[in-house]
């Protein structure tokens, strides 16, 4: 059964345009260019309850896979020059597992 991680990071107010930028420019790049893309499920920002947030969400085959790929991405040079920029314009980070239900359809 698929394991589904939701990582959600609280952008200080204001700094939301930064960090899409910081995201655009290095963020992605690195993500797509070590090819861990093939994971994420989608990107997504906020528009009513919490605000100013960014919110990913990664679809993995089981734990071990998702440990993994988190030791493959954090060994990145190019994803941890990323990181370096957008931890500042982030106050919290919330992840969260989820399993798929036993019912209805699933990304």
């Not at 679809?59 to 954090?74: C, E, G, N, S």
């Amino acid at each position: 059964m698929a394991l589904y991680e939701m990582r959600t990071y609280q952008v200080y107010v204001g700094q939301m345009g930064e960090a899409v930028k910081v995201y655009k420019e290095f963020g992605w790049p690195a993500i797509e260019a070590g090819g861990f893309d093939a994971k994420l499920v989608g990107y997504f920002t906020s528009d009513t309850g919490g605000l100013h947030q960014l919110i990913h969400l990664w679809k993995f085959d089981d734990d071990a896979d998702r440990r993994d790929f988190w030791a493959r991405l954090f060994a990145d040079d190019d994803f941890m020059n990323f990181a370096g920029k957008i931890r500042p314009l982030v106050s919290t980070q919330n992840v969260q597992l989820l399993n798929e239900a036993p019912w209805g359809p699933h990304p």
